[in-house]
């Protein structure tokens, strides 16, 4: 992102003054798709591709917003019901009201803010907007008395309150501790995270995107939520002590089959399985053993695709691709429904895979996937 651009259009669009710059990144995840909100393990890491915004409080009570990306100005007040009808307007508007409600003395401010991380990838455009502005204003109104953890959750509430998702804590949590050079494995329940340096030699991370966007994404994502949860009623009867999937195993599962639905029953396997294979993914990243990381996220995309059902024919495609080209591990990344695949390729077989997929994916669907190096980066920071 380039400061000088977001600070020219700041000038330009406001009073010729400047203000402070704050940026924030979106996300990759290794693996560990759908276990946030399920209490389990997740293995992201902030890229180097994110949302920069300048802010300066203007001494009222208004927020003056303007996306230079989508050439698109929007003012709203500060109060519960001032909330604009912009949807990348609501979560900044989200962020204030959750900053609010943890004691910041949230004033009006103007801001213009820019971004790069490419929207509907699976790469989450969201948790960095909301990272930024969560970042910049404890900065600029809280004296940072807000700890970490809390503006994350601060990112997540605004999804949850202001914007109808009802989202795990990953996405906003690798934002905010984003580390260059380091993926975290995260645990969701206890917030428990370490990182872990991912520099593997000889391979390189890299994301295909193939530009599909699922219209009802939230909606469906939530019916997956509202799944797990489903489950998690049903085991309660018999386990008690059960708060989240990540307290089941495969076995306790099978115990309650007749007392949940077919589709329930399914998207929890799905979920049992991918947060032993969070923990599998680390213990062989401990011994450099990308083959098994490899094989894990192709067991990933098998699920997502078949028992959590959120892949799609594109998705599936590439996947196939990866697979034929011998790449070591693919997958669909993050919520699904579209977006991109994360793809552990050789160093060797890096031209062919990506030659391959862009012509046997422009052969099938008549249009050319995307295609994105991975740089793991650092989280919210202030520039200047
Ligand atoms: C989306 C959500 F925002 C995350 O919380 C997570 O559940 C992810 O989908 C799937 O792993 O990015």
């Not at 915004?53 to 990306?69: L, M």
């Not at 708060?243 to 998207?267: G, Q, W």
Request: aromatic share 12%; proline share 2%.
């Amino acid at each position: 992102m380039d400061i000088e651009f977001v600070r020219s259009r700041f000038i330009k669009h406001f009073d010729g003054t400047t203000g402070s710059i704050y940026a924030s990144p979106g996300r990759i995840n290794l693996i560990g798709e759908h276990t946030d909100y399920n209490g389990g393990f997740v293995f992201p890491g902030a890229v180097d591709k994110g949302i920069m915004a300048e802010i300066k409080p203007n001494g009222t009570n208004k927020v003056c917003a303007y996306s230079i990306d989508l050439k698109d100005y929007v003012e709203f007040g500060l109060n519960e019901e001032d909330a604009p009808k912009a949807s990348w307007a609501r979560y900044i508007f989200g962020v204030c009201r959750e900053m609010i409600k943890r004691g910041v003395d949230v004033k009006g401010f103007n801001t213009a803010f820019a971004g790069d991380v490419p929207l509907g990838a699976g790469m989450s455009s969201s948790a960095a907007l909301e990272s930024t502005f969560a970042f910049a204003l404890n900065d600029l109104f809280g004296d940072n008395k807000i700890d970490k953890f809390e503006l994350a959750k601060v990112g997540q509430a605004t999804e949850h309150n202001y914007c109808g998702v009802n989202c795990g804590i990953m996405d906003q949590f690798a934002s905010v501790f984003g580390k260059e050079g380091s993926l975290m494995r995260l645990d969701c329940r206890s917030l428990e995270y370490q990182y872990f340096p991912f520099r593997p030699e000889g391979y390189r991370l890299v994301l295909v995107d193939s530009v599909v966007k699922h219209e009802l994404a939230s909606s469906a994502y939530n019916k997956r939520r509202q799944s797990c949860e489903n489950v998690v009623a049903a085991l309660k009867k018999k386990y008690p002590n059960v708060e989240f999937l990540r307290d089941a195993t495969l076995e306790m599962l099978a115990e309650v089959k007749a007392e949940v639905s077919e589709e329930d029953y399914k998207r929890a396997e799905y979920v049992i399985e991918e947060i032993q294979r969070v923990l599998d993914v680390c213990e062989a990243l401990e011994r450099n053993d990308y083959e098994t990381v490899g094989q894990k996220m192709y067991e990933t995309h098998h699920g997502m695709s078949k028992l959590y059902e959120v892949s799609c024919e594109e998705l599936d495609f590439l996947n196939d691709v990866a697979f034929d080209c011998g790449v070591t591990g693919s997958r669909v990344m993050g919520g699904g429904f579209g977006g991109c695949t994360i793809n552990l390729v050789k160093n060797e077989l890096y031209e062919t895979f990506i030659i391959t997929a862009k012509e046997r994916f422009k052969e099938k669907f008549g249009r050319s996937p995307k295609v994105y190096d991975v740089v793991i980066s650092n989280g919210a920071r202030k520039i200047c």
